[in-house]
């Protein structure tokens, strides 16, 4: 049974840097592009990053560009989410998905976790 687990979440002040991660379990990692998204109270889910299967290839969204980095670990099973010079609009929870390609379309994937709570306040 596939499953996404993400952790890493919390409550920190604009500025600051928080990583996320992603744990897989029940298939293998190296054969999926993951994508992580984002969706806050009252907005639809946006697509923030995700990385290919190989890991060769990384897309952004404009908004967290230059800020995030998406990396990843298949030994570990697991794919991360590195933010800095967090913003309070990148306040909202945060889930991880698998698919077949790296894409920014929530519509592209089927299979996602339960999501960690990211929060910006000063």
């Known amino acids: 049974q596939l499953r996404l687990v993400e952790s890493g979440g919390g409550l920190v002040q604009p500025g600051d840097s928080l990583e996320l991660s992603c744990e897989v379990s029940?298939?293998?990692?190296?054969?999926?592009?993951i994508g992580w998204f984002r969706q806050a109270p009252g907005k639809e889910r946006e697509g923030v990053a995700c990385?290919?299967?190989?890991?060769?290839?990384?897309t952004y969204a404009a908004s967290v560009k230059d800020r995030f980095d998406i990396s990843r670990n298949d030994a570990k099973s697991t794919v991360y989410l590195q933010m800095s010079s967090l913003r309070i609009e990148d306040t909202a929870l945060y889930s991880c998905?698998?698919?077949?390609?790296?894409?920014?379309?929530?519509?592209?994937?089927?299979?996602w976790g339960q999501g960690t709570q990211v929060t910006v306040s000063s």
């Open positions: 998905t698998a698919g077949s390609v790296c894409s920014l379309r929530p519509g592209s994937y089927r299979n």
């Open positions: 029940g298939f293998k990692l190296g054969n999926y592009a």
């Open positions: 990385v290919s299967a190989n890991g060769r290839t990384a």
